[in-house]
């Protein structure tokens, strides 16, 4: 089968040849790749920021078809559309497999990413977990669902994360990204009043489109954006603020929003946090780590995608061949929203025939 993989750091990926997957364990899916994605974390990987089992499969944001499953499944028949978890394996015995549902995929023994230990969805089989991948809901398609694969389900968990009733604030830093237009919708779902705060003029275009209620422009200087936020919450400053870019002043400005006692959500993939103490440890912020949603979590994430009719801002492209190209423009911002790549034409243009005609 042809694969876009990432064969040496610092190189361009590759179009290869590789066996398609035959051997099923008993939880295993095999689905025939519809669309994947490509996320903002695929450079890291290639730029050997992160480290990763070469050669490998990129991208960790799939969906397709079910062909084939393993013997111990029964939530899944074939011909089910999925959407693809970028997580693999439990042993079942550690403290995180015998903790709550949402912390399962963090399995301390078994814990395997796709396109970091294990191929991913830039190919045209994929084997996935049916214990952490969500069937897709009738009225999506497989252009929305993919990019919540990664970017859905690290939003949603960072909004879930601040624990906010309907009524409270949240900041979003990175509001207009690919990532910070879906958590401004999420936190709208939820009831919540946003603050969105970007430093590109199409991000902020972004932000308000998605339904921040103020947004700021990080370019006017740290000190002007922390006086808006207090300005706009009565003084208070956000209860929460999640951030999800990786901006080096990002997370002071992030702690800086955020209220005394009120909590900092890290969603974005910094390699240090530059944060003066007197943003945190004066005003008693909680600062906390946030990576994806659990199984269940992401069926409510995709719930609420549908009930509230969240739009997914992205560029599609067409082909595996293409996707070396589609990286070089992710590198230099060349699309707006995120990078969706049709692998299988025929899935896509049937689901949008079947949504055509089910809407005449």
């Not at 230099?332 to 949504?355: H, P, S, T």
Request: glycine letters at 10%.
């Amino acid at each position: 089968m042809l694969a876009c993989q990432i064969v040496e750091y610092h190189k361009p990926h590759q179009i290869r040849r590789i066996p398609t997957p035959q051997t099923l364990r008993p939880h295993d899916l095999l689905l025939k790749v519809a669309v994947a994605a490509l996320c903002h974390s695929d450079l890291e990987y290639v730029d050997g920021t992160l480290d990763i089992q070469l050669p490998v499969t990129a991208s960790h944001e799939g969906t397709g078809v079910v062909v084939a499953k393993g013997s111990a499944i029964t939530d899944f028949e074939i011909g089910d559309r999925v959407l693809a978890g970028q997580t693999y394996g439990r042993c079942g015995e550690c403290d995180d497999c015998q903790g709550p549902e949402n912390y399962r995929h963090y399995c301390e023994n078994k814990y395997n990413m796709m396109s970091v230990k294990r191929n991913g969805a830039f190919q045209e089989y994929l084997i996935v977990d049916a214990l952490q991948s969500t069937k897709i809901p009738d009225a999506m398609s497989f252009l929305t669902a993919a990019p919540l694969a990664c970017a859905g389900v690290t939003a949603w968990r960072g909004v879930l994360q601040a624990e906010l009733q309907p009524g409270q604030w949240i900041g979003i830093i990175g509001s207009g990204g690919g990532l910070g237009h879906l958590a401004v919708q999420f936190a709208k779902a939820r009831g919540l009043k946003v603050i969105g705060v970007d430093a590109r003029d199409d991000g902020l275009a972004l932000s308000r489109e998605a339904g921040a209620d103020i947004v700021l422009d990080a370019r006017i200087g740290k000190d002007r954006v922390v006086h808006e936020a207090f300005k706009v919450t009565g003084g208070k400053g956000a209860d929460a603020t999640v951030n999800v870019s990786d901006a080096k002043t990002a997370a002071a400005t992030a702690c800086a929003i955020t209220r005394k006692h009120g909590t900092m959500v890290q969603v974005a993939l910094a390699h240090e946090l530059g944060i003066p103490f007197e943003e945190y440890i004066f005003r008693d912020i909680r600062i906390k780590g946030s990576f994806i949603c659990s199984q269940k979590e992401t069926e409510e994430m995709l719930d609420v995608v549908v009930k509230h009719n969240i739009k997914v801002t992205s560029s599609i492209f067409y082909g595996i061949q293409e996707i070396p190209k589609i990286v070089e423009l992710l590198r230099e911002g060349k699309y707006q929203g995120k990078g969706v790549v049709v692998i299988d034409e025929e899935a896509v243009r049937g689901r949008l025939c079947q949504e055509n005609r089910s809407n005449l």
